[in-house]
C-alpha cells in the first residue's frame, strides 16, 4: 500500500510490547508517550507525520488492564492559526466617480504649481490633494477578511446562507428546503461569474488583476466564506 499510495497517511496501531518499530522503520513516528500498564507504554500508535498527534492518558474500559490513550492532533487549521486581517475597501460607484471628477473640474491647479519649488514637491503635493479627495468623496467599506473567504462569495450569498440558517432552526422544511436550494443556485451562478470575470482578465491581458487573483487563492482554504462586514459608509 505504501508503494502504490507514497504520500497517504499510513496509521499503524497494536500492542507492541518491548518492540519499537521506529528502529527498523526510521520513517516512522511513535505518538504515544503515556504508560498503557503500570509505568510500561505497551500500545502504540505510528505514522509517517511527525508530531502529527499529542497523547493523552485516560481511564481503562471496563476490566481491561490496558489505560486508555486520547490521541489529539496537533494540526491546526488556517484559519484558527491565523488571525483575520481588517480590511477597508473603497467603492467606486458612479456616483462617487462623477463626484469626485467635480471636485477635479473645480481645482485651480496653477496653485500647486506656484506652491512648488520643483518638479518632486509638485508631485508630491498634488497626490497628496488626489488621496484628500478620494477620501472625501469615495465611500469606504471595512470588514474583516479571513484566509478562508472565496473571492466568489459575495453579500448576496452571504444574506441567503444566513435565511438557511434561520429557516433551519424554525423547523419549517418547506421553507429550509426553498432556502437551501436558492442558495445551492446562486451559488452556482457566482462561480460562473467568477470564472467568466478571470477568463475574461486573461484575455484581455491584464497581468496585475490576473496575479491579484492568484495571491488569493493561494491565501485561501476550503472552508466557507465566514467574511463579516463591521460598518458601511
Same mark, same amino acid.
Request: net charge positive; with cysteine; glycine share 2%.
Given at each position: ?16 510490547? #518491548? ?6 522503520? =526510521? ?52 484559519? #484558527?492559526?491565523?488571525? !483575520?486581517?481588517?480590511?477597508?475597501? #473603497? ?5 462617487? %466617480? ?17 506652491? =512648488?519649488?520643483?518638479?518632486? %514637491? ?16 469615495? !465611500?469606504? *467599506? ?8 472565496? !473571492? ?5 450569498? *452571504?444574506?441567503?446562507?444566513?435565511? #438557511?440558517?434561520?429557516?433551519? *432552526? ?64
Amino acid at each position: 500500500m505504501e508503494q502504490q499510495h507514497p504520500d497517504s497517511l499510513i496509521i499503524i496501531l497494536g500492542d507492541f510490547n #518491548k518492540t519499537n518499530l521506529t528502529r527498523e522503520l =526510521a520513517k516512522y513516528k511513535q505518538h504515544n508517550t503515556c504508560p498503557t500498564r503500570e509505568i510500561n507504554i505497551l500500545d502504540h500508535c505510528y505514522t509517517t507525520v511527525k508530531n502529527a498527534y499529542r497523547s493523552v492518558p485516560r481511564a481503562a474500559l471496563g476490566l481491561s488492564y490496558h489505560c486508555l490513550v486520547h490521541l489529539l492532533p496537533t494540526y491546526k487549521q488556517k484559519l #484558527k492559526s491565523a488571525k !483575520p486581517v481588517v480590511r477597508t475597501v #473603497k467603492r467606486w460607484t458612479n456616483e462617487a %466617480e462623477l463626484e469626485l471628477q467635480a471636485c477635479f473640474d473645480c481645482t485651480d491647479c496653477s496653485v500647486f504649481e506656484a506652491a =512648488a519649488t520643483d518638479l518632486d %514637491e509638485l508631485t508630491d503635493t498634488v497626490t497628496s490633494y488626489i488621496s484628500f479627495c478620494e477620501d472625501m468623496h469615495i !465611500p469606504t *467599506r471595512t470588514f474583516l477578511s479571513f484566509n478562508n473567504d472565496k !473571492p466568489w462569495f459575495t453579500g448576496k450569498l *452571504r444574506q441567503l446562507r444566513h435565511a #438557511k440558517e434561520d429557516a433551519y *432552526r424554525s423547523g419549517d422544511k418547506t421553507l429550509y428546503n426553498q432556502a437551501r436550494n436558492t442558495l445551492t443556485k446562486e451559488i452556482r451562478v457566482a462561480k460562473r461569474s467568477y470564472s467568466e470575470k478571470l477568463k475574461n482578465q486573461f484575455s484581455a491581458n491584464d497581468p496585475a488583476c490576473v496575479w491579484k487573483g492568484l495571491k488569493k487563492h493561494q491565501v485561501q482554504d476550503t472552508s466557507p466564506t465566514l467574511c463579516r462586514e463591521l460598518s458601511n459608509s
